[in-house]
């Protein structure tokens, strides 16, 4: 399973997040991934490029799944 650890920080949005592990090559690319309704937070599809993603928060994303731990 893949984690990506909060390291003291209260969240990460989820554009940064998809950012920060490579999944995009950019924050553009990611908002526009966000856009478009290919990435799920806990199941759900997620539209809010500034959703604040907080420990025990499972993001998906093109067969990609990370776990946010803190």
């Known amino acids: 399973m893949n984690t990506f650890q ?6 990460v949005t989820l ?4 950012k920060i592990e490579g999944w995009c ?3 553009a690319a990611a908002k526009h991934a ?4 290919h990435v799920t937070v ?3 599809v997620e539209l809010r490029k500034r959703n604040k993603i ?3 928060q499972v993001v ?3 067969g990609r799944m990370i ?4």
């Open 60 to 62: 998906r994303f093109q």
């Open 6 to 11: 909060l390291e003291g920080r209260p969240f």
């Open 54 to 56: 907080v420990a025990n």
């Open 67 to 70: 776990t946010v731990i803190e």
């Open 25 to 27: 090559d950019s924050g």
């Open 42 to 44: 806990d199941g759900n």
């Open 34 to 37: 966000i856009d478009e309704g």
């Open 15 to 18: 554009s940064n997040l998809l």
